[in-house]
């Protein structure tokens, strides 16, 4: 039996009071995300444009949330939607807080109002899992996974002996994870919806700490599992793109081709299509014909691969074993010829990087037709091996910010430090300028060959608005305009069917010419300064 005790302070010293002893209720819940700040992925210039707050919701948090005691009263603060208020903070008896590293600013925020307002503090997440050390104001850390972790913290917590850290290094069976509660979201507020298949990855790349967050054995959801979940967001009204944030997505083949895309595949025909899909998965997807139609068939039309580099010495030093030895640039036409589109992750700072590698990144990226072409900066998180090597040789320095585009390092260069930063900041103006940006948009159309039995996209009225909201920013109010209007006539005139990507893709383009600029800044900034 659950009993609220809330307790304030009395004003006239340090001994507690207790406000509610005898009365049976069930505890105030606040689930904060903090704020991410301006990077490639928060795509804030295009949230601009379309009117929306958040790309992505919290879905670590509506999943704890959906894991709490039915008769807790529960309620969710996303601060990239919406403000955080005293009021929400003094409302509830604990605050749980979850965050990923490149959020850290915005935690210590959070943390530093509710130590104000005496508000009991949980944490959990991918920041708080890696660097539990740095947060010793956090009342409980419910670390690692909340399948195992979070019922021993509300076991004790019952008891009223709920220590300060919870962790265990068990694999749940995520088969019985429970579906998001969707009912603590605004979903009018954000672009996509997401859900989770799988954890873990096959793979074993020497700067990723995804194997040291959820190990290298892929867990999966059942195709009912699934279902049930794409079933809750239709009825919650969503019909939107949805984002399957799978760390590999394909990580277990077998089971995605017998079972989890034709159970995707039979949904989404009984529903007509209502979601396009959006993953993550690794090259080797181009090597199986079979998985590509299917996911194309199920739906999928974009899918975000860790291409990392070309240099064959920087694969074989990260252990990027999945990449190494084929013909990259046609593994990626081969995706986009199935109806996919490829985003890529790109990284600089290798051991084995050339000063050639500048040059010949922006030429395959060109060549690629890879438009959203994510590219960052090498850094070690904690715990992987990349972190464990260089703290042997000596080479670590202040711990990372999670934004691999801010300029950053945390850690001395093989390559001259000045000439990394100066040959990343090459890259970002080349591949970002309007001009080459519009010429690998096109590169992508010419590839590109979306899955036909899919319906038509249903337009709403923030697309409409989006859209000439974008006539302003593009086509009038930027210097770049030209290439603009250019771009938009020479796909109207040659490919129509193409437009409603293309002037999409115009207006990530936009925000990513944003992001481009502002690491420009911070980098002239700091040249200045040092």
């Known amino acids: 039996m659950w009993y609220t005790i809330k307790l304030n302070f009395d004003k006239f010293g340090d001994n507690l009071i207790q406000r509610s002893s005898a009365e049976e209720i069930g505890l105030k819940i606040l689930l904060v995300y903090p704020q991410y700040p301006e990077t490639f992925w928060s795509f804030r210039h295009v949230l601009r444009i379309v009117a929306k707050k958040a790309a992505f919701p919290p879905l670590g948090l509506l999943t704890v949330a959906a894991m709490l005691p039915q008769e807790w009263e529960k309620k969710l603060v996303d601060m990239n939607a919406g403000q955080l208020t005293d009021e929400d903070i003094e409302w509830a008896d604990y605050v749980f807080i979850s965050a990923m590293v490149v959020q850290q600013q915005s935690v210590k925020e959070v943390i530093d109002r509710c130590m104000k307002l005496d508000t009991k503090m949980v944490a959990g997440g991918p920041l708080f899992t890696s660097g539990y050390e740095g947060f ?169 691969i860790g291409i990392e580099t070309i240099n064959e010495d920087s694969l074989v030093e990260c252990s990027k074993t999945q990449n190494r030895d084929r013909d990259m640039v046609a593994s990626v036409k081969r995706i986009q010829n199935h109806g996919l589109q490829v985003q890529g992750g790109f990284i600089l700072g290798f051991d084995n990087d050339p000063v050639s590698i500048f040059k010949s990144q922006i030429n395959f990226i060109q060549k690629s037709g890879i438009v959203t072409a994510m590219v960052g900066l090498l850094n070690a998180p904690r715990g992987t091996r990349l972190y ?73 009225f923030w697309h409409i608005r989006g859209f000439i909201r974008s006539i302003w920013f593009l086509g009038i109010a930027d210097r770049d305009r030209k290439h603009f209007w250019r771009f938009l006539i020479k796909v109207l005139l040659r490919k129509p069917r193409a437009f409603a990507l293309s002037a999409t893709l115009a207006v990530y383009g936009f925000h990513f010419r944003k992001v481009a600029r502002r690491d420009n800044a911070q980098f002239t900034l700091k040249d200045t300064t040092s």
């Open 136 to 304: 010793d104001d956090i009342d409980h850390l419910v670390l690692d996974e909340a399948e195992v972790t979070l019922p021993l913290f509300l076991d004790d917590l019952e008891k009223g002996c709920a220590s300060h850290i919870y962790t265990s290094k068990e694999r749940p069976d995520i088969t019985r994870t429970p579906i998001p509660m969707w009912s603590l979201l605004d979903i009018k507020k954000y672009t996509s919806m997401s859900l989770q298949y799988s954890r873990g990855c096959p793979y074993n790349c020497e700067f990723c700490d995804i194997i040291i967050l959820n190990g290298n054995k892929p867990r999966t959801k059942s195709k009912e599992q699934i279902v049930a979940e794409l079933e809750s967001l239709y009825r919650w009204g969503w019909r939107e793109g949805v984002f399957i944030v799978d760390d590999n997505f394909i990580g277990n083949k077998r089971k995605l081709k017998a079972e989890v895309l034709p159970a995707i595949i039979e949904w989404q025909k009984k529903r007509r299509y209502p979601y396009a899909l959006l993953t993550e998965a690794s090259i080797n997807l181009a090597d199986d014909e079979e998985l590509m139609r299917l996911m194309a068939e199920a739906g999928f039309d974009t899918v975000f």
């Open 388 to 460: 464990q090597r260089l703290k042997k040789e000596d080479r670590l320095l202040e711990d990372m910010t999670g934004d691999n585009t801010d300029c950053s390092l945390n850690f001395i260069p093989k390559m001259d430090r000045e000439t990394l930063l100066n040959g990343y900041q090459q890259i970002l103006d080349t591949i970002y300028s309007s001009k080459n940006f519009y010429q690998r948009v096109w590169v992508l159309l010419k590839e590109y060959k979306p899955h036909r039995t899919r319906r038509l996209p249903r337009y709403k």
